[in-house]
């Protein structure tokens, strides 16, 4: 939804703003889902049910298919395969992963070109960014395929949850479709093509709750699609003045969705939450079923690994890493998400073979706020990080309401200019009343349990 940030779109009456919303939502329905969609749907419908050795095949084949492709084309694992003298041969189960090297973001980020396949594309191309829990911004690109089978993945979670295809729900994640100097409702916008009420995180506070409220319930949707705190912060505010919605689910993603969270939203919304688990990178995607004992992994996805840090750390501390199998454009295999976890659950009794991921709990939070009392949750702040570069490392630091520091640990090509584009995306954000300044450190470092804690606080804590 790059198009929100222009200003022609930002000078449009509000009417003329659902069209344009709705046109791209049309545009992106054709494109996403169509009918490469429908059928990778219907596959993953029937797959759910596999047992584990189906999986196995299933995920084995996709590797071998991946490897072949990624030796081929892929200047960076040939280059790795070549030095390992590794032909794609060797590579014929998820064990034989091992024989290849890890890859870190840092990779990604100094050898973005050299991930690239060189082969002819499987239709259009998306370029997407991503800032990560570390502020590392990435450049990323996938393929058609890639895009529909995440659509795909997304819409057997939500049908699991209980939401069905194109049935009215409402959205409140970050996209930006709301100019940042409205101060009056509506603060969301309808796309007609995907029956989808898109409702402004940016523009939530407490004395805003029943008109979010409001615009859920006067769109008709059965569902909630949202980041977890600003779901939880508008179901805080929703309980205090006794309001309450009767939706069928909601479902959240993104960041971490705290367990004293959970009763709250699901009070406030009259029904369950059905978290999920996915990056920019597209490497692994995990989803809560209808018992909510964990994220089951999806194997269609990508294959999961657990690595022990090099570093000093809690025991039982193991990094996922993950190998998406869908996106021949730029293949990631074995990838670092910097993403960890502590604790192995056992098995869910809902019957599908699918292993469970245990909860994220390192993945760190971190909540900005502003003087106009809005409360920015760090996945929405990673909005105002992308399209900024040059980065290593970054972390944000609240003082005061108006006041906000950010350590740069910078990349070797960085310039002061890449500091200015980043101060003045955040104040697009944030509004003129925070004052933002820089610090360019060595280094920023995690704590034992593999948390690295992308926003710190120093104002007294939310209620
Ligand atoms: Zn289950």
């Known amino acids: 939804m790059k198009f929100a940030e222009k200003s022609w779109y930002q000078r449009s009456p509000i009417a003329a703003q659902n069209l344009v919303v709705s046109f791209y939502g049309m545009a992106g329905r054709l494109v996403r889902n169509g009918e490469e969609f429908r059928r990778i749907l219907d596959e993953l419908e029937q797959s759910e049910w596999y047992t584990p050795e189906q999986f196995q095949t299933l995920q084995d084949e996709k590797l071998r298919a991946l490897i072949e492709h990624s030796y081929e084309y892929v200047p960076f694992y040939r ?8 032909k794609p041969s060797d590579i014929e189960t998820t064990a034989d992963l091992a024989k290849l090297p890890y890859v870190t973001k840092e990779d990604v980020r100094t050898r973005m070109n050299d991930f690239l396949s060189t082969a002819p594309e499987r239709g259009r191309l998306y370029p997407s960014s991503s800032s990560g829990t570390t502020g590392t911004p990435l450049e990323l690109l996938r393929d058609q395929y890639s895009v529909s089978f995440e659509q795909a993945s997304l819409w057997r979670h939500w049908r699991i949850a209980g939401l069905g295809l194109w049935e009215r729900r409402a959205t409140l994640r970050g996209h930006p479709v709301v100019p940042q100097s409205q101060t009056k409702p509506p603060y969301w916008r309808v796309n007609g093509a995907e029956n989808q009420l898109i409702m402004s995180g940016f523009h939530l506070s407490d004395e805003r709750a029943r008109d979010f409220a409001d615009a859920i319930r006067g769109f008709g949707a059965v569902a909630l699609e949202a980041i977890p705190s600003p779901a939880y912060f508008l179901a805080r505010a929703m309980l205090e003045q006794d309001i309450r919605l009767n939706l069928r689910c909601v479902v959240t993603g993104s960041e971490p969705l705290y367990p004293e969270h959970r009763p709250v939203i699901e009070e406030a919304f009259g029904c369950k939450v059905f978290d999920f688990y996915g990056q920019s990178e597209r490497v692994c995607f995990g989803m809560e079923c209808e018992r909510h004992t964990g994220l089951h992994l999806a194997p269609e996805y990508g294959v999961v690994e657990y690595r022990e840090p090099e570093w000093d750390h809690d025991e039982g501390v193991v990094e996922v890493v993950g190998t998406g199998l869908n996106n021949l454009k730029m293949p990631l295999i074995r990838y670092r998400t910097e993403d960890f976890i502590s604790s192995h659950p056992d098995p869910c009794p809902c019957g599908r073979a699918m292993p469970l991921l245990p909860p994220l709990d390192t ?14 949750a760090y996945s929405l702040v990673n909005y105002a990080f992308m399209g900024t570069k040059n980065f290593r490392k970054t972390q944000l630091i609240q003082d005061e309401l108006d006041r906000i520091r950010v350590k740069i640990v910078p990349a070797d090509e960085y310039t002061e200019e890449d500091g200015k584009h980043l101060v003045a995306k955040l104040t697009s954000y944030l509004g003129e009343d925070v004052r933002i300044t820089l610090e360019i450190v060595d280094d920023i470092e995690r704590s034992r349990s593999g948390k690295y804690q992308w926003i710190v606080s120093n104002l007294d804590p939310l209620r």
Request: glycine letters at 18%; charged letters at 35%; aromatic letters at 0%.
């Open 79 to 86: 280059e790795a395969m070549d030095e390992r003298g590794l």
């Open 363 to 376: 993945r760190a939070g971190g909540i900005l706020r502003t003087p106009d009392g809005r409360n920015i």
